[in-house]
């Protein structure tokens, strides 16, 4: 099972506060719910109830009469919370001040996901003379002591041992419970990813097979005629070539997400490569009769892998046509940047919202302009964004909604 320590969480607080609430109805013992790392998950209604040992030190309002300051753990004790005690076992503290504090760990599959811990306990009816010394002593106001003597529990050893047990029980109940919804909620959602993953992926491939044989079928049908064939075979090319990168980008990704993908680093032309983009999606951007346009400044010279780079920018060459209304313009630019320079491909598009800037080069993502969904895999992105760090560079993006996009990638000179 893969659990983050904060887990605890998956059970709403709603639910959490209401055990909390039946439980000190019940008995009449306060308690708190953490997580694994001693955050409250429920509300604490009188901090000086509990031990601040036992929660993490941003809890406000727990007090100690042996320490001048409030909510900082010691370090033994914290350590014997989270270490210390018998797997899945309620763990029990002895505090200098007499008191038997007490946090039971909630456990899935043997691994923590948070605790329980109950008020301080006595076994005996406070000595109030003495807490009122040592909270003098701690330089505190003997009120102080008065105050934890006041919300101290009377109860036996025994008592708070069966408590911890039942709670414990109970709480990894509901943690479990909780737990196989979400495990039945990923299962669906991973269902309808694969599901839509492949509609997504033979949507891509469909275009560019559709390039293919029309434009072979289009030579045949008119007898080879070489006027034609002059025309469509590049055309067919073309949607080969594009076939050919989608299914390597697909086995790439992987490799780069893995850190087993290695650079083929040469001098680059980077106006040969630019050129060599171009002309790969120049009939797809002849079909939407969009306008290709150049602007590349001088660049310091830069080593990079030159074939990934084309791919890189027939990713980006590629996101632009299809997006951009039909007769727009893409521009693809080059300049240099400090400690390096920056490769641009810039289009008049409607624009991607603002809320998908920060998540546009994730895996599957799904823009939606104008209330319209593409219904495309998003690979491309992906990948110039692993290629970009490959290189020990990045990409982004900027863009103003109903004037276009400008997607930029820095390479260290």
């Known amino acids: 099972m893969n659990l983050s320590p904060t887990q605890i969480e998956l059970v709403p607080a709603e639910t959490l506060n209401e055990l909390r609430r039946l439980f000190e109805h019940l008995t009449g013992v306060p308690l708190v719910i953490t997580d694994s790392n001693g955050k409250p998950m429920t509300a604490i209604e009188n901090p000086t109830c509990f031990c601040g040992s036992l929660l993490s030190p941003d809890t406000p309002g727990t007090l100690c009469l042996r320490r001048q300051k409030w909510d900082v753990p010691e370090p033994e004790i914290e350590a014997a919370l989270r270490e210390g005690h018998a797997p899945g076992q309620p763990l029990q503290h002895r505090c200098r001040g007499g008191f038997r504090d007490t946090a039971a760990p909630i456990q899935l599959d043997h691994v923590t996901i948070g605790y329980v811990v109950f008020g301080r306990t006595l076994t005996a009816p406070p000595d109030r003379a003495r807490f009122r010394g040592l909270a003098v002593e701690g330089n505190m106001p003997p009120e102080a002591g008065d105050a934890v003597a006041d919300c101290s529990q009377i109860m036996a050893p025994e008592r708070i041992e069966e408590l911890a047990r039942f709670l414990q029980i109970i709480t990894q109940f509901v943690a479990a419970a909780a737990w196989d919804r979400i495990r039945a909620q990923q299962i669906l959602d991973l269902e309808k990813l694969r599901d839509d993953l492949m509609n997504m992926i033979v949507h891509d491939l469909r275009t560019p097979l559709t390039s293919i044989?029309?434009?072979?079928?289009?030579?045949?049908?008119?007898?080879?005629?070489?006027?034609?064939?002059?025309?469509?075979?590049?055309?067919?090319?073309?949607?080969?070539?594009?076939?050919?990168?989608?299914?390597?980008?697909?086995?790439?990704?992987?490799?780069?997400?893995?850190?087993?993908?290695?650079?083929?680093?040469?001098?680059?032309?980077?106006?040969?490569?630019?050129?060599?983009?171009?002309?790969?999606?120049?009939?797809l951007a002849r079909e939407r009769n969009h306008t290709l346009l150049t602007d590349l400044q001088p660049t310091p010279p830069f080593r990079a892998d030159a074939e990934k780079l084309r791919r890189v920018t027939i990713n980006l060459l590629g996101n632009a046509i299809k997006f951009t209304p039909d007769g727009g313009t893409i521009t693809v630019g080059a300049s240099p940047a400090e400690g390096g320079l920056i490769i641009s491909v810039t289009d008049t598009g409607p624009g991607i919202p603002a809320e998908y800037l920060d998540r546009i080069f994730d895996k599957f993502a799904q823009v939606e302009n104008q209330g319209m969904k593409k219904n495309s895999t998003g690979l491309g992105l992906t990948f110039c964004k692993l290629v970009a760090e490959a290189h020990h560079g990045r990409i982004w993006v900027e863009s103003t909604v109903g004037e276009g996009s400008k997607f930029s990638v820095f390479l260290p000179a």
């Open 213 to 283: 044989i029309g434009g072979l079928q289009t030579v045949i049908d008119c007898d080879y005629d070489r006027e034609l064939a002059k025309e469509f075979i590049p055309m067919a090319v073309s949607g080969a070539n594009q076939l050919v990168d989608m299914v390597s980008s697909l086995l790439d990704i992987s490799k780069l997400e893995s850190g087993q993908m290695t650079l083929d680093l040469c001098d680059v032309d980077l106006p040969a490569v630019v050129e060599a983009a171009l002309e790969q999606v120049r009939g």
